[in-house]
T-cell receptor
Framework: NAGVTQTPKFQVLKTGQSMTLQCAQD?????MYWYRQDPGMGLRLIYY???????DKGEVPNGYNVSRLNKREFSLRLESAAPSQTSVYFC???????????????FGAGSRLTVL | QQQVKQSPQSLIVQKGGISIINCAYE??????FPWYQQFPGKGPALLIA?????SEKKEGRFTISFNKSAKQFSLHIMDSQPGDSATYFC??????????FGDGTTLTVKP
């Protein structure tokens, strides 16, 4: 099983450009998440989708949009990239049901984004 | 308001020593406390987790100690090895809810 797959792994953008980070999971998980990781700041939640058809803001949603395309796919879009969005982005998924292991997150390998 | 506070930010331990990382939480509704391990260039991966109905959980060289009254939990790595060098994140969540992470601890185990 591939688990959680993110593309691209690396991207360099100029200020004002737009791009979409893609994420897909093959574990039949209900919930999906986008986090950003910055040095000394841990993992901060950008957006999440508790189930197909729903999305909610996390801790740092400004400047981002998301789409839960279907149960497998959850994309993150930067409409007008800014240098402050330079970060490593992680997609994650979880079962999302009240059951054993429901809160276990499976992460992708990350997408390193640089905005010049 | 940071709901999960993690310390120290970095830790250097000699091979064979004990590594201890601490976390404190605010929200008493949290009922699931995992630790994630992240190697450079990789995504975090679940290492060990505990629910608040037990005070300790051990898996091999890794132990979580949990103090519900103090709202604190810690990760102990016994007989630390160079291969344990990684970044460790504590987290807390409500069942089936989203997770809140600590800021991470970079562990270096010197040979």
């Amino acid at each position: 099983n591939a688990g959680v797959t993110q593309t691209p792994k690396f991207q360099v953008l100029k200020t004002g450009q737009s791009m979409t980070l893609q994420c897909a999971q093959d574990m039949n998980h209900n919930s999906m998440y986008w986090y950003r990781q910055d040095p000394g700041m841990g993992l901060r939640l950008i957006y999440y989708s508790a189930s197909e058809g729903t999305t909610d803001k996390g801790e740092v949603p400004n400047g981002y949009n998301v789409s839960r395309l279907n149960k497998r796919e959850f994309s993150l879009r930067l409409e007008s990239a800014a240098p402050s969005q330079t970060s490593v982005y992680f997609c994650a998924s979880s079962v999302g049901q009240i059951s054993s292991g429901a809160n276990v997150l499976t992460f992708g390998a990350g997408s390193r984004l640089t905005v010049l | 308001q940071q709901q999960v506070k993690q310390s120290p930010q970095s830790l250097i331990v000699q091979k064979g020593g004990i590594s201890i990382i601490n976390c404190a939480y605010e929200n008493t509704a949290f009922d699931y406390f995992p630790w994630y391990q992240q190697f450079p260039g990789k995504g975090p991966a679940l290492l060990i987790a505990i629910r608040p109905d037990v005070s300790e959980k051990k898996e091999g060289r890794f132990t979580i100690s949990f103090n519900k009254s103090a709202k604190q939990f810690s990760l102990h790595i016994m007989d630390s090895q160079p291969g344990d060098s990684a970044t460790y994140f504590c987290a807390a969540s409500i069942v089936a809810g989203k997770s809140t992470f600590g800021d991470g601890t970079t562990l270096t185990v010197k040979p």
